[in-house]
């Protein structure tokens, strides 16, 4: 067999692989049994038609076919292998040259990986922010806990913001009430502009038994876009009272005994909290340095897969939750499908010059990944994704994207190297210790009902994905 490579690109290839008729054996082999099966001659018993007798019946030129069909994408794999080539989707075949009993020929033309040419990357710096806790951040902390504590207390007054009423609702179109476009006895915070458009201006001001009908935009379902009318009826209202800020409260919210205590714990956790997103914020100025100094060609091919799958899946969770496109931009501050588009696209080749830097360097270093970069970040991905290691691995396997997966932990790897190599500042001139970043544990998601410092806590478990890995 032989074989040429031709650069026809930064990023594309196209490859000239010429096959002997001898090496295409096992593709006739395959192809004749199989028909062998399929195909009924009198005399014969299946699978035992003679080769010549199924060209006869079925035609040369099908078997042919069915042979290049068969045997391409093997040779093809082969001629990559062998090659080294980095392939990026699939080829574009071209047969060239089909002399039977002599010759197949053919054409593959693939997207591949870029060569980069790498800067030294010996003396890297960045700066990062400070770690400073203020007394307000402290304070909003207290302030969770307090409405967690907090209790309902019925008023014979009209609702104000910040009050909590149980309502009604009822929406029509053209007079008809909707499908679903009813409930009752709902709660709802006044003021807290969550539910749909215009509703806390109908609510502010009724008292218990009072009605309201205030029209609003539908954001989801058949007739998303249309306008509405909504009635809302009160039918209580009440205030929240909160605890006094006392030694008492925080004996009752945490396991302190005084609330100098517990607001020292709150400014502890928050510092680690901080110091854990100066880690991330040192690995996105690395990416964006690198970015910025490293040439990285993208394939549009690549680009545009990329975006039409990330499409189609967000299209299914619009469906899902009775949306379209419309209303989620209307939602989502008014941005228009071009600008998303273009978002989305800047996003998705920021990515893939990420991924390509980052397998650059790694080759150039020979970073490896061994079974406990595997199980760490099996680990890791399973806690976030509220599931078992064992069952965030079977997902692995069935879905096929086992490769993929080592290929995120080798970059994951590489990145972290480079992390440790890199004099990381704050703004003060402080140097940052990568040490205290890493996460110390593996801990179970906290219950958000039980405190401020168990919300830390769950902070520090979600900004240590972005932490610099061990």
């Known amino acids: 067999m032989k074989s040429t490579i031709e650069e026809l690109g930064p990023t594309r290839v196209r490859m000239a692989i010429e096959v002997p008729w001898g090496d295409l054996d096992h593709a006739f082999g395959e192809v004749y049994k199989e028909l062998g099966k399929q195909v009924r001659v009198p005399g014969f018993r299946p699978g035992k038609v003679p080769n010549r007798v199924l060209d006869q019946r079925i035609g040369r030129p099908v078997v042919l076919e069915q042979v290049i069909q068969h ?10 292998r062998e090659n080294q080539v980095r392939v990026l989707g699939q080829p574009e075949v071209e047969v060239t040259r089909l002399d039977d009993n002599d010759t197949l020929a053919f054409t593959a033309e693939v997207d591949v990986a870029p060569q980069l040419e790498l800067p030294p990357l010996d003396n890297l710096a960045v700066t990062v922010d400070d770690v ?18 907090g209790m309902l207390t019925g008023v014979e007054r009209p609702a104000e913001d910040g009050d909590f009423v149980s309502i009604d609702l009822e929406a029509k179109l053209d007079g008809e009430v909707l499908e679903d476009g009813s409930t009752t006895g709902m709660s709802y915070e006044v003021g807290s502009g969550n539910l749909m458009e215009g509703l806390d201006d109908a609510v502010r001001g009724l008292s218990a038994g009072e009605s309201r009908t205030f029209t609003t935009a539908l954001l989801s379902g058949p007739n998303a876009g249309q306008d509405a009318e909504v009635t809302v009826t009160v039918r209580s209202v009440k205030t929240k009272d909160l ?34 997103s100066q880690g991330a914020q040192a690995r996105d100025k690395i990416v964006e340095h690198l970015i910025e100094t490293i040439e990285v060609p993208v394939p549009e091919n690549l680009v545009e897969r990329e975006i039409e799958w990330r499409n189609r899946a967000f299209e299914q969770e619009l469906q899902q939750a009775g949306m379209d496109w419309d209303s989620f931009l209307q939602i989502s501050g008014g941005q228009s499908r071009e600008e998303y588009d273009a978002e989305q696209r800047k996003n998705v ?14 080759d150039a270093r020979e970073v490896t990944v061994d079974n406990d970069d595997l199980s ?17 691995a079977q997902q692995l396997q069935q879905s ?45 998601p906290q219950p958000a009902a039980e405190s401020a410092p168990a919300e830390a806590e769950a902070e520090d478990a979600e900004e240590s994905e972005d932490a610099p890995k061990p």
């Open 71 to 80: 045997a391409i994408p093997e040779i093809y794999s082969e001629v990559v």
């Open 376 to 392: 760490a970040q099996i680990m890791a991905q399973a806690q976030r994704s509220r599931m078992s290691p064992e069952q965030y």
């Open 132 to 149: 400073e806790v203020t007394d307000e951040e402290i304070d909003k902390q207290i302030d969770v806990m307090r409405e967690r504590f």
């Open 349 to 362: 080749e920021q990515a893939v010059k990420t991924q390509f830097i980052l397998d650059a360097i790694a």
């Open 243 to 276: 605890p006094e800020l006392d030694d008492e409260f925080a004996q009752t919210a945490s396991e302190f005994d005084t609330l100098a205590e517990l607001r020292e714990d709150v400014r502890k956790r928050l510092a680690r909290t901080k110091a854990l």
């Open 400 to 444: 096929g994207n086992i490769a993929e997966f080592v290929a995120d932990v080798r970059r994951t790897k590489t990145l972290a190297q480079l992390l440790e190599e890199t004099t990381i500042t704050d703004a003060s001139g402080n140097v940052v210790d990568l040490e205290a970043l890493r996460p110390q544990t593996v801990r179970a």
